[in-house]
């Protein structure tokens, strides 16, 4: 009975500490740096998924830089839809004429986004971490100030 209940206490401490190790998520985006989820809490976040052979994200990238440029309390990343990676992931870019963020680690199941095969796609993640706006094609200025408005 002695050694049961030692190995009972055993078991309990071995969960409670996995429990305490458990590893946050990280983002890691184009330029080097690793985004904790925790440091993207309270703050509004944009995310447009996009490809280089998709003329309407080529339309609305000139509009996603501005509303980056113009709104600093949003945080906006891209996504590549073709996962691209390494220099063919950087020539898109430039290519693009990308000038925020763009995720290497697709965020997907981070934010349990539904996911389509029509682009541009953009989702809005609310300050409490919440998908709370999937818009589906180009984005304006407006549309893109009004989804975080209304909510």
Known sequence: MRQLKLSLL???CAFFLMGCSHQEKVLQD????AIP???LRGKWI?????ADWCDYCVEEMHTLNEFHQTHP???MYGVNYDRLTGDELSSSIQKMKIRFPVLLNDPESTWHLT???YLPMTFIINPNGQLVKRIDGTVSTQSLTQA???V
């Open 46 to 50: 944009v995310i447009n998924y996009w």
């Open 148 to 150: 975080i408005q209304q």
């Open 30 to 33: 184009n330029q080097n740096h």
């Open 115 to 117: 996911l389509t095969d």
């Open 37 to 39: 989820l925790s440091d």
């Open 10 to 12: 055993l078991f309990l």
């Open 73 to 75: 309390d949003v945080i």
